[in-house]
């Protein structure tokens, strides 16, 4: 288990892989007594996959893609849609920090190879979540920076196009096969790490090292675990 030859980077998706993406909790928190228990689970699976819905399509600011996919979710289950309300989950982001271990891995790591962040967050949130991992990344890629989401496969070309890498020079970090490692397996990136964090299924075939504990990232590079 672990790479044979040290890439030029290691890429990271964020929200979900590194931050603790809290999307969930806090539409619960701020629709409250509006989401009735009973359609709750609907909501929040159906919303889901709206959001990546709407990132597939032409690209809008991220909070967009918040109101546009609540409004869908809520309209699904019979709800009435609030501006306001998705305002205020859009505006709560930058508030969340990372999952356990995620900061102690990331600067392990940064000892050794350099670090990048490929995000669907918009340039404002990509910055602030960042800091809030407290770790060093050599560039933050945002969403609104490449004009496309991934999935889409023009957000990989775009990260290789700037860090001025071939796919074989890198290896790619996310929690998603969804958003993340089926396109860079597409795109050529041979060398992937699924952090299984056991909200989607494993898709083993993509080719990826597996992982469940954020501290055994470091060892897939040589490191000894702290």
């Known amino acids: 288990m672990g790479f044979d030859v040290k890439?030029?980077?290691?890429?990271?998706?964020?929200?979900?892989?590194l931050i603790n993406f809290r999307i969930n909790?806090?539409?619960?928190?701020?629709?409250?007594d509006r989401l009735p228990a009973e359609v709750a689970d609907e909501f929040l699976r159906i919303c889901k996959a709206y959001r990546i819905d709407e990132c597939t399509g032409a690209y809008q600011p991220f909070h967009q893609v918040v109101a546009r996919s609540m409004?869908?979710?809520?309209?699904?289950?019979?709800?009435?849609?609030?501006?306001?309300?998705?305002?205020?989950?859009?505006?709560?982001?930058?508030?969340?920090?990372p999952h356990p271990g995620v900061t102690e891995a990331l600067n392990r790591l940064a000892e050794e190879?350099?670090?990048?962040?490929?995000?669907n967050s918009d340039t404002a949130h990509a910055v602030r979540l960042a800091e809030n991992l407290k770790a060093p990344f050599e560039v933050v890629i945002s969403a609104e920076e490449m004009g496309v989401y991934k999935p889409r496969l023009r957000a990989f070309e775009y990260m290789f196009d700037k860090?001025?890498?071939?796919?074989?020079?890198?290896?790619?970090?996310?929690?998603s096969p969804m958003y993340d490692l089926r396109s860079a397996a597409i795109m050529g990136i041979?060398?992937?790490?699924?952090?299984?964090?056991?909200?989607?299924?494993?898709?083993?075939?993509?080719?990826?090292?597996?992982?469940?504990d954020i501290a055994d990232l470091p060892v897939l590079f040589g490191l000894p675990r702290p």
């Open 7 to 17: 890439p030029k980077f290691v890429t990271f998706d964020m929200n979900g892989t």
């Open 25 to 32: 909790d806090t539409m619960r928190e701020v629709l409250g």
């Open 71 to 97: 409004e869908r979710a809520l309209h699904k289950v019979g709800l009435e849609y609030r501006e306001d309300e998705a305002r205020a989950v859009y505006e709560r982001i930058p508030t969340w920090g």
């Open 113 to 119: 190879v350099p670090l990048v962040i490929i995000t």
């Open 163 to 175: 860090l001025g890498v071939t796919p074989d020079e890198l290896v790619h970090v996310s929690a």
């Open 190 to 212: 041979e060398n992937k790490v699924y952090v299984d964090r056991g909200w989607e299924h494993d898709e083993h075939w993509l080719g990826y090292e597996r992982i469940t």
